[in-house]
């Protein structure tokens, strides 16, 4: 295990499921893999954080089975804490928590880690990163939301590239990147210091290969 920690400062891409087709998991995310994906982006959500409702720790244990790749779970959900259990059950690799729904960090990220997953906490935009500052020890990864959780396609908000940029220089913890990230956006955001870029709309209207290999390409030359 240990994706973040071991990342050194590679630049990655990562699938996020939400715009796969559910009924082909398994199919969706090794499409993105043979395209150069390090880590499948499982996106959780419950209808009361974000109004839109997907999958659990059930459907997640399946995909840990059907895969090689690392899988990291994005909870967009109320009480992540009651959740926690049956993620680390089913065999992730990282589980990120939204710090709006969170009233306990410090809790959740050590129950996080003595499940043996590397824990994250997302921002959402308008969430300053300096909500973070008292976690960091506790924390492997941070997630910059640069559109607002919910639905994929949405447009990317432009002002996040500063927030990464912030973000890194508070710490030397890997940033990931989601929401909006495409070819075009992903070098702003790699170069303000991202390293792993969710992309779930832009890898998925196309031939998903294609597409998860061309958003790793244009971050990575950013890079250089
Ligand atoms: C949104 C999710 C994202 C979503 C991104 O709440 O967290 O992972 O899939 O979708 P795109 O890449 O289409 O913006
Ligand atoms: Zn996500």
Request: hydrophobic share 45%.
């Amino acid at each position: 295990m240990a994706f973040f920690r071991k990342l050194g400062d590679r630049v990655v891409g990562a699938p996020s499921i939400l715009s796969a087709d559910f009924a082909h998991l398994a199919d969706e995310v090794e499409r993105a893999r043979r395209g150069g994906a390090e880590l499948v982006h499982f996106d959780v959500m419950d209808n009361h954080f974000v109004p839109n409702l997907t999958v659990g720790p059930a459907v997640a244990a399946s995909l840990v089975a059907a895969t090689d790749l690392p899988v990291d779970a994005h909870l967009q959900v109320e009480n992540p804490d009651s959740l926690i259990p049956a993620f680390i059950e089913a065999g992730v690799a990282s589980i990120s928590v939204q710090v709006e729904a969170t009233t306990h960090l410090h809790r959740t990220l050590d129950m996080i880690r003595e499940g043996g997953c590397e824990a994250g906490v997302a921002l959402n935009p308008t969430t300053p990163p300096e909500m973070l500052s008292w976690a960091l020890p506790y924390l492997d990864y941070v997630l910059v939301m640069s559109v607002n959780p919910g639905f994929g396609g949405q447009r990317f908000i432009p002002e996040m590239v500063e927030k990464v940029r912030r973000v890194r220089e508070m710490c030397d913890l890997p940033v990931e990147v989601d929401g909006g990230i495409t070819a075009r956006t992903a070098p702003l955001m790699v170069e303000a210091g991202a390293q792993v870029l969710v992309a779930g709309s832009a890898v998925y209207r196309g031939d998903p290969a294609v597409e998860m290999r061309r958003i790793i390409e244009a971050g990575r030359a950013a890079r250089v």
